[in-house]
């Protein structure tokens, strides 16, 4: 099964600051088909995970664009362009590239400093 | 927009069985792929299994080959998991997910049901 590691785990940030979240996948998530399956979610604190990000660098309907992702091969990166309150929670990193199984980064906790 | 509500809260003894329920509304099941997924108390996200659209087929991670079922009653639009054996490590939320493409992952999250497995 392809390994998902995110880093760091924990992340505190201040109010109005950037931060970023790396995940790096043990095999290239290119698909066949051209297409790379990399997916980012969010599970803010008593809340279901919500998807805010689809291959790499689609946002989600609704999702504020000061959310981005990148990346390319094994490597990704969501970035958060200003830090906001309601941003706190878990962010996870997800592969749909080899699936089945879909596997999941463990989690980057995002707090306020 | 496509709505999932579940089963509530469960306890259960070492040994037995769960069956959660995830009942769909805004679409029909047939338009999606139903995921299951779960999440241990302050621990990360685990892919349960999920429908496979281009198999037409359910998959379930090996970790629960043998211990897993996941069915579909299309006349009411309710998915259901049920999970077996159950040990205290089964103790999570369970969430139902769904996905119009299984590799863009779950768009779609119900609100998730917690089972407590304790003797």
């Known amino acids: 099964d392809v390994v998902m590691t995110q880093s760091p785990l924990s992340l505190p940030v201040t109010l109005g600051q950037p931060a970023s979240i790396s995940c790096r996948s043990s095999q290239s998530l290119v698909y066949s088909d051209g297409n790379t399956y990399l997916n980012w979610f969010q599970q803010r604190p ?23 992702g990148s990346g390319s091969g094994t490597d990704f990166t969501l970035k958060i362009s200003r830090v ?30 | 927009q496509v709505q999932l509500v579940q089963s509530g809260a469960e306890v259960k003894k070492p040994g037995a069985s769960v069956k959660v329920s995830c009942k769909v509304s805004g679409y029909t099941l047939t338009e999606l792929s139903m995921h299951w997924v779960r999440q241990a108390p302050g621990k990360g996200l685990e ?73």
């Open chain 1, 46 to 68: 008593g809340q279901s995970p919500r998807r805010l990000i689809y291959k790499v660098s689609n946002r989600d309907s609704g999702v504020p664009d000061r959310f981005s």
């Open chain 1, 84 to 113: 906001e309150a309601e941003d706190v929670g878990v962010y996870y990193c997800m592969q749909g590239t080899h699936w089945p199984p879909i596997t999941f980064g463990q989690g980057t906790r995002l707090e306020i400093k």
């Open chain 2, 47 to 119: 892919w349960m299994g999920g429908f496979d659209p281009e198999d037409g087929e359910t998959i379930y991670a090996q970790k629960f080959q043998g211990r897993v079922t996941m069915t579909e009653d299309t006349s009411t639009d309710t998915a259901y998991m049920e999970l077996s054996s159950l040990r205290s490590e089964d103790t999570a939320v369970y969430y139902c997910a769904t996905s119009t493409i299984p590799r863009n992952g779950m768009d779609v999250w119900g609100q998730g049901t917690t089972v407590t497995v304790s003797s």
